[in-house]
C-alpha cells in the first residue's frame, strides 16, 4: 500500500490541526494503521494506531486525551486529530500500514513521506 500524508503546518501553542493519510490500493481496510512523530535530533516517536476496522485505538502517553485518530475505509484514508497542540508536538509525522497489530515501528512495512507539524509559544 502506498501512502500520502497532508495536513501539516503552522499552528499557536493551543491550537488543532488535522492530518489526513490517503492510501493507494483496495486492501486498505485490512492494514491497521499508525501514526509517529520525528523531532530534530530524537527517535521517531509512537503516536497512535487503530485497527483495521477502526474499532480498537492506541495513543503514545504525550498525546492521551489531545489527539484522536480515525479511519475511513470507504476513502481508503486514515486521519488524526490534534487539539491542544504544544510546542513538543512539533515534528514531522508520518502514517505507516502494518499487518499485525503493534505499535512498534520496525511492525510497519508501509510509510508515507510525513508531513512537518510546527507549534508555535
Known amino acids: 500500500v502506498q501512502l500520502q500524508a497532508s495536513g501539516g503546518g503552522l499552528v499557536q501553542d493551543g491550537g488543532s490541526l488535522r492530518l489526513s493519510c490517503a492510501a493507494s490500493?483496495?486492501?486498505?481496510?485490512?492494514?491497521?494503521m499508525g501514526w509517529f512523530r520525528q523531532a530534530p535530533g530524537k527517535e521517531r516517536e509512537f503516536v497512535a494506531a487503530?485497527?483495521?476496522?477502526?474499532?480498537?485505538?492506541r495513543y503514545g502517553d504525550s498525546v492521551k486525551g489531545r489527539f484522536t485518530i480515525s479511519r475511513d475505509n470507504v476513502k481508503n484514508t486514515v486521519y488524526l486529530q490534534m487539539n491542544s497542540l504544544k510546542p513538543e508536538d512539533t515534528a514531522i509525522y508520518y502514517c505507516?500500514?502494518?499487518?499485525?497489530?503493534?505499535?512498534?515501528?520496525?511492525?510497519?512495512?508501509?510509510w508515507g513521506q510525513g508531513t512537518l507539524v510546527t507549534v508555535s509559544s
Open positions: 505507516a500500514a502494518a499487518s499485525l497489530w503493534s505499535v512498534s515501528a520496525k511492525n510497519f512495512g508501509s
Open positions: 490500493g483496495r486492501t486498505f481496510s485490512s492494514y491497521n
Open positions: 487503530i485497527t483495521w476496522s477502526g474499532k480498537g485505538t
